[in-house]
């Protein structure tokens, strides 16, 4: 499962970031590393971004960067 395919509401770990060079450090860099728990709070109605709580603050992802990050 990735982070692309939670819901509002719905919570998972990190278990994994699936991508590599730049895209991985800044992935990395926001503070999603494996092991962190994220929280989605809302999905733009055509999937793009998706807003989540990662550390204690809010950040907006991609749909090609959520794809990327797989989840428990």
């Given at each position: 499962?990735?982070?692309?395919?939670?819901?509002?509401?719905?919570?998972?770990?990190?278990?994994?970031i699936?991508?590599?060079?730049?895209?991985?450090?800044?992935?990395?860099?926001?503070?999603?590393?494996?092991?962190?728990?994220?929280?989605?709070?809302?999905?733009?109605?055509?999937?793009?971004?998706v807003?989540?709580?990662?550390?204690?603050y809010?950040?907006?992802?991609?749909?090609?960067?959520?794809?990327?990050?797989?989840?428990?």
């Open positions: 499962m990735t982070l692309r395919d939670l819901k509002p509401g719905q919570q998972g770990v990190v278990t994994a699936r991508t590599a060079g730049s895209m991985k450090r800044r992935i990395m860099d926001m503070g999603i590393t494996p092991g962190v728990e994220i929280l989605v709070i809302k999905v733009a109605p055509l999937g793009d971004p807003e989540v709580n990662v550390r204690g809010e950040l907006s992802l991609r749909k090609e960067e959520a794809q990327q990050i797989e989840m428990k």
